[in-house]
């Protein structure tokens, strides 16, 4: 086993967390770390696209929840990354003929 910040191979154990997991400290940089994070690193691609097409087909955030088993504070984060990415006002093409905007 290697501290993930210096390499060392000097570690020892030191408790355990709150998800009853062991702990390991470097003797050497003092790295307080566990063996193995969680597998589970966020949503993938295909949920995060189906929970954002389902708010755009007019689903609620606390529905998108009871469907898709995802938190509705994590679908509104994805909203507001989704709308930074859009640009902050357009030009309103007007139609050559009656003058009127589109």
């Not at 060392?8 to 702990?23: F, V």
């Not at 708010?55 to 998108?64: D, K």
Request: include cysteine; aromatic fraction near 8%; charged fraction near 30%.
């Amino acid at each position: 086993m290697h501290c993930p910040e210096c390499q060392s191979e000097q570690i020892r154990k030191n408790g355990k967390n709150r998800q009853g997991k062991q702990n390991y400290i470097c003797a050497n940089c003092s790295r307080q770390f566990i063996t193995d994070y969680a597998s589970h690193r966020g949503y993938d691609d295909e949920c995060k696209r189906e929970c954002l097409k389902m708010y755009v087909n007019g689903l609620g955030f606390r529905a998108i929840e009871r469907v898709k088993g995802v938190h509705h504070t994590t679908v509104i984060t994805w909203v507001k990354e989704v709308g930074a990415l859009l640009p902050d006002a357009y030009e309103a093409r007007r139609n050559a003929s009656s003058g009127r905007t589109r």
